[in-house]
């Protein structure tokens, strides 16, 4: 990671989010393999981040993570690699998220009023925020207040600066604001995001002004991600326009997780042929065994990463043996063969389509999905009326039931904390006999 | 027990509910079933063996095997108590069928049960045929720990005999997904906070993609969440929400609000998503007719059909300052809707409106004809009833062969608001799809949509088949839309001009244009040459949408504002209002005119009030900007309603250009919203019409006391100029100024006004108004007027009067007056008045509560005085302490435990008698009647009692008996408005707007609050039926009146009928047996009833349930010789003008008079001609004729004749 970092110095300029042929062909050049190894960590690091800033905003031991803001976060509850890539993040440290997004909320609260006029709404926020009782809150407000262009921005600065004094003064937590995402052409949808875009990025400017006036940490997810545009037909990131889909969560997930603290994402290692570790970065050699027939080796991850998306493995490991017999050799786990390689292909470095440790963060990702769920029915249940509400003498004996999902929540915490732990696990390299390959 | 019902899970449940109809007090439902031998025949072999009785308590459903050892563990268990209380019919769905009673000409068969499905909430066809139903095992509320795991299944009957032989789970991880469509490209659901679109790439019946489409919308309540997911004739979808919901939408276009009841419009590819309406309590229902034009019904109002249109308000909406009213007032709450259009139906149901009313167990018609520019609707013969209690017919779709299919939600209990979430009779796991169909009347064969070219597509959207039409064009919107759009030009050309149908083709064909390009202006032309208003109104819909995308658009509208027809013109008033612009502004208004029907009306003030910053800026340049006719302005500025709009029309009246007939309404309006100075100029010119004799006076005068009501105004006028309108010839002007007066604190006239309220002779109206003048003069001279007035020398009437309004104006220091004047009203004095202002504060409460000890009060009194004060937002104890010691009442607790709850249940079931129980229930003393309705009859301060007993069980209704604060129906709730000035005022929610908010109080008194006023305002949990209403009952007869109130709704004598039945009457009082008042009554001509004159008393008196109106003692009065008679009152409503039929059962002899002609009777019908708006008849029947008892009248068709005519219930 230190590697990385001292690299990327000289490759900031690399663009952020490339499709993978375009990887593979830069890659294709005669440069050094560790280099090469490297440069996929700056590659899906956040280079742009990483040039703005020296400071970082690492979550540690104890922490509990607050998620406030619309959409945005409310739908990262189905989805989870936000969670899923922080937490595998530092997967030592017992950190708590707690998501409490809401769609078409602002800064003043307005969804959370139920009947009651906005105050309320401001009310019930800070009770949601009480209940996630957040030693950090990461804030995404902005998205819906840029429809009002710029005669909606003192208002929303307004109500945000309201909104950091009240959790200033009634918390001690570290505050990161996360500014909105690009809108994006969606054809019919968004015909033309561009001036969407324009009022969006005044908000974007204005949010980075205020995190840096109020020392809060800021995270430019607006200028950072790539979007489709009529002219530009890439993967699209926002199913449309202006909501996320499942990728373009899979790019932002990563690119917070850096930004908070920039890591490498690329693992890598390359195993000589005495079993010996020759260059590696996030991922350690437990173990090695060569024989005659066959190189045994026992890998762990320092952190797991976001499993392969839609064809996009380019997280997971890139293997190397250096200085094989010529031949074909074939890489197995468990009977499974993962890659089929001449020693020179080999040499190179192949990386993995699935590795095993892709199964353990789908789990662990599923496990985070099903604990935000339980703790949605907890802190956002359904017929407030009669819970909390103005009918609650007729059906408020029903709120008994809502501390009883904590139990089930801490249930899923601790299977979350188990998964969040890479496992080590063992591939065998075997030559591939007769005509193979 | 509960340990039990979750170790064995549902089938234990099935074994606890059935067996609840083994009991002994269960002999009523024995008999039912017994006497229906479809089911006794088709009993299964094992039933028989155990016993006839067993047969009923065991009934199992067909997939429950394993009965038999558990019946040993349910005999042990312990609980039985709470079984009392249930109701549980036989699950059997061939029980249930059995139960089900279709209308003639029709049958009913099962389509698909348990497990087929579970609980269906929502249902939808795709263009295979196949049935999608979203379902339910986790309403009301998700359990702790449990993930969310309701499920959309998909149905195909693959033989096509008419029954589901297929059932796939599409999605299994829904949460009370609320509602489906299916469309070509995929699955829309509601599912809580989310509105989810799903693929089936593979079309395996499982979903293989899914996306979240919408969110953001609320959940506060669980049958609320957004719901009725319906394709439009043009592409959109249409989706409502109801009155607890608050959504905040994120679309790519912005955020989108809406609060409370509503109904979404979405363009699904470009997701533009709008507010089609606002309003109604819990929508369920909505569908589109052959036009277009949307029909809403509502589970939770109860004003059955409404007609809906793109800006439309009703009842309970927030956000839009007026509402319409339904069209079928009194109507029991109705669900799922659909609007007939398939051959497999008889011809007289064409276009009828079948509604699910889920409460009474049946399947309920309507027909609309139209009437000007809006409609009329009509209830016709129920299409299914059932005394199966568990039916709950819920939502009801057309499908693809023409039969209707209804989904049956299938439970007890259908509430989470009163009956708690985790209710041990709710049914978790069954459902029934019933399939509704014509006899002897072929089948619709089903078109192969998918397999179809784009030719034959065109053709299916002539078919008469609703269905077939709207899967047609949601197919055709899947294809390539360059290819459609140029086969649908040649299509056109196929059209043969003399099909009588043509213009509904080219007008499918335009909704297709709208629905994959845009708007076809060319055919636009051709429709609105159409000889059919129906055409041209649907064609200016199609431009209200995205009016602005059509440069030709307001050239359209300047040709259809214009129309012949209202419909035409009102639609074209939608369209302005989104067009939006002075130009569109000034053409709204065009349709002015001051015979404007309700709706109409209604079109024009929604339109003008939205385009405020369009045309105001623009009047108030040029104070001629709709014209030179005033009363446009008038009008105009009216729908606006705030003072900043008024200074066109003050510019116009100083410049002398108000002409006659827009005086009085400029007055009026410029008396309301005027600033002082204005108000001067208007009260000078009260005087001068007042003097001149013209009428109009009182209103402008009301006009002034609205606002002076609304905020502090004190204009400068001369005591002479009050002193000579308290001179007027007209007691409403002179009660108007005294008023006033003291409004605008010209204290200089309290002596004349203490001379006023002092002198016997006056009149009640103006007395009360002189001393309310005292009251709200902020002068000595006043206060020692009143203290004179309530000193005990004063006559008592004068006394109470005085004290009351003392007490209005500085109610701490009159606290003993007012304790003093409680102590000496009599039965017939009202101490409201008194108690009011003593009632707004907890301080003041007490105060009066201390000036009471040691006095004494009439009972009657204190009981008034009680009844107010169960619902005061201060507390009162006290002061309800101190009236029970001065009148000597015993306060009674009436909660019951649980043991004496069950207790009592069994009683009931036992000894209860309805028959007895409505005798009670109609007692004058219970004043039941004051609040609630049955059949839309009676007092709506209370919810409507029609079908109470079909969807309470009876422990709620003990409950809500004995204490009316536990339960409070939805719509019930009691606002607390507290004021600036620290004061409290409580009551029902009946209108608020964006300047007032309008409460009704426990003694029905209607409110007005200004918002300036406004501290807060909050939804406090209190019932306005004060507790110990039903305290004087002894134990059996508050067991009848439950047993009553439990038969209210069910299917028996206790079922409100769908006839046009007159409910409410007023009987003439004979005074007390005054004989000079008979004398005269007997002197006069025997048409003299018919008049107006004052001295007749009329009392309300409602009829028994099954419509019979009981006439025992009410007094008869003499009329010439000795013939003694009834003489009886009531009113219809003449929707469209014509000849009018009441049939009169009962007696034989009566006379009617229609307003004061005699009408006269041919074989029990008594047919007049009669004009549109409301007519009195009066009814005259012998005291001594035989079923006199049985007098029923009900209103009916004349064959030939266009009237369309609706009762007038109420209270």
């Known amino acids: 990671m230190e590697n990385g970092l001292r690299l990327c110095r000289f490759h900031a300029k690399l663009p952020t989010h490339l499709p993978t042929n375009m990887i593979s062909r830069y890659l294709k050049s005669s440069m050094h393999r560790v280099a090469k190894l490297l440069i996929l960590g700056i590659l899906f690091g956040s280079p742009s981040t990483i040039s703005l800033r020296a400071d970082s905003f690492e979550l540690k031991e104890g922490d509990r993570v607050a998620f406030l803001g619309d959409a945005f976060f409310e739908r990262t509850v189905r989805f989870g690699q936000i969670e899923t890539a922080l937490a595998a993040r530092w997967p030592d440290r017992k950190i708590v998220f707690r998501n409490i997004g809401w769609a078409g909320d602002g800064p003043e609260g307005r969804a959370r009023a139920f009947f009651d006029p906005i105050e309320k709404g401001f009310e019930n926020l800070k009770m949601h925020l009480g209940l996630a009782d957040p030693t950090v809150v990461v804030i995404q407000y902005g998205s819906m207040a840029a429809f009002e262009r710029r005669e909606g921005l003192a208002s929303f600065k307004a109500d945000m600066n309201a909104l950091l004094d009240t959790i200033e003064s009634e918390t001690d937590a570290r505050i990161a604001i996360l500014s909105p995402t690009p809108r994006e052409y969606r054809s019919y949808i968004l015909s033309d995001p561009r001036s969407l875009n324009r009022d969006l990025e005044i908000y974007v400017d204005a949010l980075k002004a205020l995190a840096k006036s109020r020392g809060a ?165 359904q017929n407030e009326t009669y819970l909390r509400g103005f009918r609650k003498h007729e059906q408020g004996q029903n709120v008994k039931e809502l501390p009883m999902w904590d139990a089930f929540i801490e249930k899923e915490e601790m299977k979350i904390g188990e998964l969040k732990k890479p496992k080590p696990y063992r591939l065998v390299l075997k030559k591939a006999h007769g005509g193979e390959g | 027990m509960n340990i039990l019902f979750n170790w064995v899970g549902r089938t234990v449940s099935v074994l606890r509910l059935g067996e609840e109809f083994g009991g ?131 149905l195909e009957d693959t033989d096509g005999d008419g029954v589901a032989d297929e059932s796939k789970v599409f999605i299994d991880n829904l949460l009370i997904p609320t509602a489906i469509l299916a469309t070509p490209e995929g699955i829309y659901v509601g599912n809580s906070t989310d509105l989810m679109f799903y693929e089936d790439k593979d079309d395996d019946g499982v979903a293989d993609n899914e996306e979240v489409f919408l969110s953001g919308f609320g959940t506060e309540d669980t049958h609320h969440i957004i719901h009725t997911l319906r394709a439009g004739p043009a592409g959109r979808i249409y989706f409502n929400q109801s009155i607890y919901i608050h959504s905040y939408v994120e679309t790519p276009r912005g955020l989108r609000e809406l609060k409370a009841g509503g109904v979404w419009r979405l363009r699904p590819e470009t997701l533009e998503l709008d507010i089609f309406n606002h309003g109604l309590v819990n929508s369920w229902g909505l569908q589109f007719d052959k036009w277009g034009q949307v029909f809403q019904s509502d589970g939770a109002g109860s004003e059955g059909i409404n007609y809906a249109f793109p800006g439309a308000a009703f009842r309970t909406n927030v956000g839009v300052d007026r509402f319409m009213d339904g069209l079928n007032p009194g109507q029991p709450k109705l669900s799922g809707l659909e609007i007939i259009q398939s051959s497999q139906f008889p011809d007289e149901w064409q276009g009828r409106l079948i509604v699910c009313d889920f409460r009474g167990n049946r399947i309920s018609s309507f027909k609309v004809e139209d009437s000007q520019s809006g409609v009329v609707s009509l209830q016709k013969q ?90 047609a064009k949601l197919e055709l919107k899947a294809r390539d839309a360059r290819v459609v759009s140029r086969e649908l030009q040649s299509w056109l050309a196929t059209l043969e001009p003399e099909n009588e149908e043509i213009d509904h083709h080219r007008l499918e064909a335009l909704w297709l244009m709208q629905a994959i390009r845009g708007v076809d202006m060319k055919l636009v032309d051709t429709l609105l040459q159409s000889e059919d208003f129906n055409v041209r109104a649907a064609t200016v819909r199609v431009l209200e949408e995205n009016p602005k995308d059509n440069e030709d658009a307001l050239e359209v509208f300047e040709w259809t504002i214009g129309d012949e027809h209202p419909r035409v013109r009102l639609e074209t008033l939608h369209a302005l209002r989104a067009l939006g612009g002075s130009r569109s502004a000034k053409l709204a208004m065009k349709a002015y005119s001051e015979s404007m029907d309700d709706t109409f009306e209604f079109g024009l003030w929604r339109t003008m009030e939205a385009l405020e910053e369009d045309w105001l800026p623009e009047a108030k340049k040029d104070p001629s900007f709709f014209g030179e006719d005033a009363r446009k302005l008038v009008y105009a500025i009216g729908c606006l309603n705030k003072p900043d709009a008024l200074s066109p029309l003050v510019v116009h009246w100083e410049a002398g250009s108000v002409s006659e007939a827009a005086t009085l309404p400029a007055l009026e309006l410029m008396g309301e919203l005027g600033d002082d100075s204005v108000l001067e100029i208007v009260f000078a010119a009260a005087a001068e019409v007042d003097r001149a004799g013209r009428p109009g006076g009182p209103a402008i005068l009301d006009a002034l006391l609205r606002a002076s009501e609304a905020g502090n105004r004190s204009p400068k006028i001369a005591r002479s100029d009050i002193e000579a309108l308290l001179g007027s010839a007209r007691e409403a002007v002179r009660s108007r100024t005294a008023k006033l007066a003291g409004s605008w604190n010209v204290s200089s006239v309290a002596g004349r006004l203490e001379r006023i309220a002092a002198d016997l002779e006056t009149g009640p109206e103006l007395a009360e108004a002189a001393v309310e003048g005292l009251a709200l003069m ?60 003593y009632l707004t504060r907890a301080k003041l409460a007490n105060q009066l509560a201390s000036s009471l000890r040691g006095k004494r009060m009439d009972t009657e009194v204190a009981t008034k005085a009680l009844r107010l004060l169960g619902s005061a937002p201060v507390d009162t104890s006290e002061l309800k302490r101190a009236i029970e010691d001065a009148a000597g009442i015993e306060p009674v607790d009436q909660a019951l435990d649980a043991d004496e709850m069950a207790e009592f249940i069994a009683f009931t079931q036992t000894n209860g008698n309805a028959r007895r129980g409505e005798e ?111 305290a004087s009952l002894r134990k059996d007869e508050l067991a009848d009146m439950v047993a009553f109130l439990s038969e209210l709704g069910k299917e028996g004598s206790y079922k409100v009928s769908s006839g046009r039945i007159v409910r409410t009457f007023r009987y003439l009082h004979d005074q007390d047996g005054d004989s000079g008042f008979a004398d005269l009554l007997r002197h006069k001509p025997f048409g003299y009833v018919t008049s107006e004159d004052p001295m007749f008393e009329w009392r309300p008196l409602y009829t028994k349930v099954d419509g019979a109106l009981p006439l025992d003692g009410i007094p008869a009065l003499r009329q010439h010789g000795r013939t003694r008679m009834h003489y009886l009152r009531f009113q219809i409503d003449i929707l469209t003008a014509g000849a009018v039929g009441l049939s009169v059962s009962g007696p034989e002899e009566s006379v009617l008079w229609a307003g004061d002609k005699m009408v006269e009777r041919k074989n029990d019908i008594y047919a007049f001609d009669a004009e549109r708006g409301s007519q009195t008849i009066t009814l005259a029947i012998q005291e001594d004729l035989p079923n006199k008892s049985k007098l029923s009248i009900e209103i009916v068709d004349i064959e030939g004749s266009s009237a369309q005519a609706q009762v007038i219930n109420g209270k």
Not at chain 1, 324 to 348: D, H, I, N
Not at chain 2, 31 to 40: E, L, M
Not at chain 2, 780 to 795: N, Q, Y
């Open chain 2, 920 to 1030: 009670v229930y109609r007692r004058d003393a219970l004043l039941c009647y004051t609040c609630h309705a049955i059949g839309g009859s009676g007092g709506s301060l209370g919810p409507d009692l029609t079908s109470l007993g079909a969807s309470a069980p009876m422990d709620y209704i003990v409950d809500s008996l004995l204490q009316p604060q536990k339960k409070i129906k939805e719509g019930y709730h009691v606002v607390s408005v507290s004021l600036k000035d620290g004061s409290v005022i409580s009551g029902t929610l009946s209108k608020e707007d964006s300047q007032s908010i309008t409460v009704r109080d426990a003694s029905d008194r209607s409110l007005v609050i200004s918002k300036s006023d406004v501290a807060s305002q909050t939804i406090s949990p209190v019932s306005l039926m004060p507790p110990g209403l039903t």
């Open chain 2, 382 to 471: 129920d299409l299914v009833t059932s005394t199966h209690g568990a039916f709950r017919p819920i939502d009801v779709q057309l499908g693809p062969d023409g039969a209707l299919y209804v989904a049956d939600w299938y439970n007890p209990i259908i509430q989470h608001g009163e009956v708690d979430f985790r209710d041990e009779r709710r049914d978790e796991s069954r459902g029934r799809i019933w399939r509704i169909a014509a006899k002897d009347r072929p089948f619709v064969k089903v078109p192969e949509f998918k397999e179809s070219s784009i030719k034959e597509l065109l053709d299916l959207l002539k078919a008469p088949e609703s269905w077939t039409r709207t899967q």
């Open chain 2, 778 to 837: 902020d002068a000595e001279a006043a206060d020692a007027a009143l203290k004179r007035l309530a000193s005990d020398r004063t006559p008592s009437t004068i006394r109470l009067r005085a004290i009351a309004g003392y007490a209005r104006s500085s109610p701490d220091s009159v606290a003993m007056l007012a304790a003093e004047g409680l102590a000496i009203a009599q039965e017939s004095d009202d101490p409201l008045p008194l108690i009011r202002p």
């Open chain 1, 217 to 381: 940490f800021f995270v430019d997810l607006f200028n950072t991600l790539e979007t489709s545009t009529e002219r530009n037909n890439i993967k699209p990131i926002t199913t449309n326009g202006i909501h996320l889909n499942e990728y373009g969560y899979f790019l932002v997930a990563e690119r917070i997780a850096q930004a908070f603290s920039e890591y490498s994402s690329a693992k890598a290692i390359e195993v000589t042929k005495g079993g010996d570790v020759a260059e590696s970065s996030g991922i350690n050699l437990v173990d090695a065994r060569v024989s005659k027939d066959s190189i045994v080796i026992e890998l762990q991850d320092e952190r797991l990463s976001l499993p392969p998306l839609g064809g996009d493995f380019s997280r997971n490991l890139t293997l190397a043996f250096a200085d094989l017999p010529r031949g074909e050799y074939r890489l197995e786990f468990e009977g499974r063969v993962l890659a089929t390689g001449s020693a020179g292909r080999w040499k190179q470095g192949i990386q993995l389509a699935w590795e095993p440790s892709n199964d353990q963060a789908t789990a662990l990702q599923e496990t985070i999905k099903r604990k935000n769920e339980l703790f949605f029915h907890q802190w956002r249940p």
């Open chain 2, 24 to 154: 002994p007090d269960r002999s009523s439902s024995l008999d039912r079933r017994a006497a229906c031998p479809q089911a006794t025949e088709r009993r299964p072999i094992l039933f028989r063996l155990i016993g006839d009785r067993s047969s009923l308590r065991l009934r199992p459903t067909r997939k429950q095997p394993c009965l038999i050892p558990l019946l040993a563990l349910l005999l042990v268990s312990t609980s039985w108590g709470q079984r009392a209380l249930t109701d549980i019919p036989d699950p059997d769905p061939e029980f249930q069928q059995s139960l089900m009673v279709p209308a003639e000409g029709f049958e009913i068969s099962l389509f698909a049960s348990e497990p087929m499905i579970d609980k269906p909430l929502a249902i939808s066809f795709d263009g295979q045929g196949r049935l999608w139903v979203a379902s339910t095992t986790t309403y009301p509320q998700i359990k702790p720990g449990e993930v969310a795991s309701d499920k959309v299944y998909r």
